[in-house]
C-alpha cells in the first residue's frame, strides 16, 4: 500500500508518501519560518494563506519526482486536529477533493497521534508503550495501548515546552523558532553560573509548569549582570527543563507500574524532542529504570506528513475509515481521538 499524508495544523506545510512496509518514498515540507519570523511567532491567516499557496504544488513535485500517479495511492491521510483552523481547513480539504475525485479512501489523523504513532515507522516499537510528547502546543504524558486507544497521564498546567522554548529564545533574541538555537547557545554557557528554578519538579502527580521558568528568564536577563552571558542563561534553562522532565518521565514510569501498565518501552517524540542535550539525560533516567528509550529521528520529531501517513495507515489497517464530511476539529485532545466524525 503506498498512503500520502497530509500535515498543514501550523507553520508546515508537509505532503509525504509512505508504504506499508514503513518506507518513506518521499516526505517534503515547506517551512514558513521566514514569513513568520518577524512576527516573533505563528499569524494563522499568513500560515493559512501559505498552505493555499504550495500544498498542490507540493503534491506534484513529490509525485513528479517518484514517478508516481495520483491514482497510485492507496489511501489518503491528512490532519484533522488539534491546530490551527485556517491551516487544517486547507489540507483537509485538499485531501477530500482528492479522495473523491480519484476514489481513494480517506482517514483523518489526530496530529498527536501521528507524533505519537511515528516511533513504530521508524523502529520496531510494540504496544503498549509510555509515551511523552513535547511539542510547540503540548506538553504531555499519555500511556499508548494500541492504535486509536491513548490515555492522557498529566502535563503541563501552562506553556507547552517547545512555546517556553521559543519564548526564551525570543528574550535572548535568538530569532524564531528559537528550540534549535537556544540549543545551540547553551552549548556555549555554563549553567552553574545561575540557577533556575525547577516549577513543580517535587508534585507527586504528572503536572508540569515552564511559564515561571521563562518568566525567571526574563528577570534574570533584565538584571543585565555582567558575569552572566545570555548563553549562561540558555544553558541554566535547558538545564532546569532537563531536570523537570527527567522527575517527570521516572514519576510517570513509578505510575504506570502501580496501575499496572504492563510496557517495555518509553517513547519521546513531538518536536522538543529532537533537542540532543535533553535526549542524553532523558536516555539516562529511563535506563536508570529498567525500560527501553525510543525517539524518532530528528527531521520526524518536528512536523511532517510522514507521521500522519503512517498513523492513517496503523488506523486503516485496523479497520477504521473517515467519511467526507468529518469536520476540522482546532481543539482534539488526543484521548478524545475515538471522536473521529
Ligand atoms: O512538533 P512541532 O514541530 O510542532 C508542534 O506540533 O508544535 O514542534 C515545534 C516546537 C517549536 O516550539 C520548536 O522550537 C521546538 O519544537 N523545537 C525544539 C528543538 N527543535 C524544535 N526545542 C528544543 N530544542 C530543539 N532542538
Ligand atoms: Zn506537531
Known amino acids: 500500500m503506498k498512503i500520502l499524508g497530509i500535515e498543514s495544523s501550523c507553520d508546515d506545510t508537509s505532503i509525504s508518501i509512505v508504504d506499508n512496509d514503513k518506507n518513506i518514498i518521499a516526505n517534503e515540507t515547506l517551512s514558513q519560518n521566514q514569513i513568520h519570523k518577524d512576527y516573533k511567532g505563528v499569524v494563522p491567516e499568513l500560515a493559512a494563506r501559505n498552505h493555499v499557496l504550495y500544498i498542490d ?19 489518503i491521510a491528512a490532519t484533522v486536529g488539534p491546530g490551527l483552523i485556517g491551516g487544517l481547513l486547507v489540507g483537509l480539504t485538499f485531501a477530500k477533493t482528492l479522495s473523491q475525485v480519484n ?83 547553551a552549548q556555549a554557557g555554563d549553567y552553574k553560573k545561575i540557577s533556575l528554578p525547577k516549577p513543580l519538579i517535587n508534585s507527586k502527580n504528572l503536572d508540569m509548569s515552564f511559564s515561571g521558568l521563562k518568566t525567571a ?38 505510575i504506570s507500574n502501580k496501575e499496572s501498565f504492563n510496557f517495555k518501552n518509553v517513547v519521546v517524540s513531538g518536536g522538543v524532542a529532537a533537542n540532543n542535550y535533553l535526549r542524553k539525560k532523558i536516555i539516562n533516567t529511563v535506563k536508570s529504570k529498567g525500560k527501553s528509550i525510543f525517539f524518532p529521528p530528528p527531521n520526524l520529531c518536528t512536523d511532517n506528513g510522514a507521521m500522519i501517513a503512517w498513523a492513517g495507515y496503523e488506523l486503516y489497517r485496523a479497520g477504521l475509515k473517515s467519511k467526507l464530511n468529518m469536520k476540522a476539529k482546532p481543539r482534539w485532545p488526543l484521548e478524545n481521538v475515538r471522536e473521529r466524525l
Open 57 to 75: 504544488k507540493i503534491l506534484k513535485l513529490i509525485l513528479k519526482q517518484n514517478q508516481i500517479r495520483i491514482t497510485d495511492i492507496d489511501l
Open 103 to 185: 476514489a481513494i479512501p480517506f482517514i483523518g489523523v489526530n496530529h498527536l497521534e501521528g507524533h505519537a504513532l511515528t516511533i513504530r515507522l521508524t523502529n520496531e516499537v510494540e504496544y503498549p508503550f509510555l509515551l511523552l510528547l513535547v511539542s510547540g502546543g503540548h506538553s504531555n504524558f499519555y500511556f499508548i495501548s494500541n492504535v486509536n486507544s491513548y490515555k492522557f497521564l498529566g502535563g503541563t498546567l501552562d506553556d507547552a515546552l517547545g512555546e517556553a522554548f521559543d519564548k526564551v529564545a525570543n528574550i535572548l533574541e535568538l530569532g524564531f523558532p528559537g528550540g534549535p538555537q537556544l540549543e545551540l547557545l
Open 217 to 254: 528568564v526574563l528577570n534574570n536577563s533584565k538584571k543585565g549582570k555582567n558575569d552572566i552571558s545570555n548563553s549562561d542563561l540558555a544553558a541554566s534553562f535547558q538545564k532546569s527543563v532537563a531536570e523537570v522532565l527527567c522527575k517527570k518521565i521516572s514519576l510517570a514510569i513509578d
